[in-house]
């Protein structure tokens, strides 16, 4: 009876937390598809719209270049993905597995930069991208993002539990250290670089403060200045904003449930045969 009682309020914790989590966003989609904007404050609260409609999403995506918010919030989101994990496994891989003086120091001074917040360094970093002008451009709403202290520290921790014997059998078929790297502890730390790269695609496609700081021209504005600009366009019509929201949501839960069966560890990731 104690263990079932036990699982009962653990499960029962679980359902609160996850209801918790999901409830904001079960209204936010319920009010996209509302028709009447005195739905929304209606009580007792209408959960399901009486009439749904898709004309809120038709609405947002014919008086707004969403479209074009939607390409520039995906080409940045995969370039910074795709630099972060570049940087950070260059970084991580030395930290890990070579042997050299003053690797605790610098492994310190990248964890310490974690507990900066990224309101102090904003202001140099503005000035450096004025300088270099990246002023209104895509590499300059990246620049933040080209390398990140958590993605070298995670990636670290992966590459250490990478078995030595892969990396001693590649030293001796002539492996050289970037081949190494690349042929063997890139695919031995896959789950460890998905992770990275979600957290990274996630961080980078719900930016709002860098982007809005560094552009001021519209045609390189993101998602999330666009659903902002939403609020001046209509007047806080919240059917239109949260179905533009709603628009800015589901491609990162596309990229989630794509990549979320590559964070599980597998025997094979570690290159060990049971």
């Given at each position: 009876m104690k263990q079932?009682?036990?699982?009962?309020?653990?499960?029962?914790?679980?359902?609160?937390?996850?209801?918790?989590?999901l409830l904001p966003l079960f209204w936010l989609v319920s009010t996209a598809f509302k028709s009447a904007n005195e739905d929304i404050f209606a009580f007792p609260?209408?959960?399901?719209?009486?009439?749904?409609?898709?004309?809120?999403f038709v609405t947002v995506w014919q008086?707004?270049?969403?479209?074009?918010?939607?390409?520039?919030?995906?080409?940045?989101?995969?370039?910074?993905?795709?630099?972060n994990l570049l940087t950070s496994a260059l970084a991580a891989y030395p930290l890990a597995r070579?042997?050299?003086?003053?690797?605790?120091?610098?492994?310190?001074?990248?964890?310490?930069?974690?507990?900066i917040p990224f309101q102090i360094v904003m202001i140099p970093l503005y000035i450096l991208a004025?300088?270099?002008?990246?002023r209104n451009t895509y590499l300059g709403?990246?620049?933040?993002?080209?390398?990140?202290?958590?993605?070298?520290?995670?990636?670290?921790?992966?590459?250490?539990?990478?078995?030595?014997?892969?990396?001693?059998?590649?030293?001796?078929?002539?492996?050289?250290?970037?081949?190494?790297?690349?042929?063997?502890?890139?695919?031995?730390?896959?789950?460890?670089?998905?992770?990275?790269?979600?957290?990274v695609f996630i961080g980078a496609w719900s930016d709002f403060l860098w982007?809005?700081?560094?552009?001021?021209?519209?045609?390189?504005?993101?998602?999330?200045?666009?659903?902002?600009t939403l609020a001046g366009t209509f007047s806080l019509d919240w059917r239109l904003i949260a179905a533009g929201s709603v628009i800015s949501v589901v491609p990162v839960f596309i990229v989630f449930l794509l990549l979320q069966r590559y964070i599980i560890p597998s025997a094979a990731a570690s290159g060990i045969k049971g």
């Open positions: 079932w009682l036990r699982l009962g309020l653990t499960y029962g914790l679980l359902i609160l937390l996850a209801l918790g989590m609260p209408q959960w399901l719209p009486r009439e749904p409609t898709w004309q809120n008086t707004n270049p969403f479209g074009q918010y939607l390409f520039n919030s995906t080409l940045v989101a995969g370039l910074t993905v795709a630099c070579l042997q050299f003086r003053g690797r605790g120091v610098i492994f310190a001074a990248v964890l310490a930069t974690i507990m004025v300088q270099l002008g990246l709403i990246i620049l933040p993002g080209l390398a990140s202290a958590f993605g070298i520290f995670l990636l670290r921790q992966a590459f250490m539990g990478v078995p030595k014997e892969l990396e001693e059998a590649a030293r001796l078929d002539g492996c050289s250290e970037l081949g190494l790297w690349w042929f063997v502890m890139l695919p031995a730390v896959r789950p460890a670089l998905v992770t990275l790269a979600i957290f982007p809005l700081i560094v552009l001021d021209q519209p045609e390189l504005y993101t998602l999330p200045i666009g659903v902002a």
